[in-house]
């Protein structure tokens, strides 16, 4: 083939994108979790049934982990024959700052959450979010904020018995009125 030729087959190199990137991505996360996973999951203070049938708790974390590792090498390897245009090059300012904004909020919900409850703090960050992209009934906004998370914290916590941090006011003995 001579160097003017355009019939020929791109190098794995040329081929490289974002999807091969997030492979990458997947691969690596999956072995940290593998190897975090013992240290993070603490050991049953009750055995239940034959001591030497028990399975390790991080069994099933680590399976998790393994599926990741083979579904992120098998994702590596496909992603040279995905034909894609990087669309994230063509972003506009707009969007760029709406993503920052939705970052910024997210990482506000946190100690939202934890320091005035899940309640509280869903409620902000519903009604801070909706606020930002577009909505202008404000009393639609409240009444949602408020709504949803209440309905949300319910759910988990009497039907699936799932502890989400409580409202400020459940911290007190006055529980006999509360949600919970």
Known sequence: MSNGDTSARPSYKDKVNFNTVAAILFVALSILLFIFIPSQIDK???????????????LFPQMI?????ILGIWFFFKS??????????????????????????MLAYVPLMVYLGFVVGSAIM???????????????????????????????ARV??????????DIYPLTNWSII
């Open 160 to 169: 699936l018995k799932t502890e989400l941090p409580p409202f400020p006011i």
């Open 44 to 58: 049953p203070l009750i055995l239940l049934g034959a001591s030497q049938n028990n399975l390790a708790p991080e």
């Open 65 to 69: 982990a393994v599926a990741l590792l």
């Open 80 to 105: 040279f024959s995905i034909d894609q245009k990087n669309e994230l090059k063509d972003l506009d300012t707009e969007a760029i700052v709406n993503v920052a904004v939705t970052l910024i909020v």
């Open 126 to 156: 519903i009604f801070v979010l909706s606020t930002y992209f577009g909505n202008r009934n404000y009393l639609a906004g409240v009444v949602i904020s408020i709504v949803m998370p209440v309905i949300v914290f319910v759910i988990f």
